[in-house]
């Protein structure tokens, strides 16, 4: 069952990460700091979604 919520949580960030950001990616030098900390943030939580992406595909190989 954690498997399954850690799954579609990461999913869900990865997702928002992508599509809030996308834009942003593109033109990062020209964005002022307050821009620059709204791509790292995103790129934190881009990373956070595929830890738990990780996280449940090494949670199914244990419990398989």
Known sequence: MIK?????????????????????????????????GFVWGKGILLLLGGGMVMLALRLGRKTS
């Open 4 to 36: 399954v919520i850690l799954m579609i949580i990461g999913v869900l960030l990865i997702l928002f990460a992508i599509l809030s950001s996308f834009t942003y990616f593109l033109d990062y030098d020209r964005l002022s700091n307050y821009g620059k």
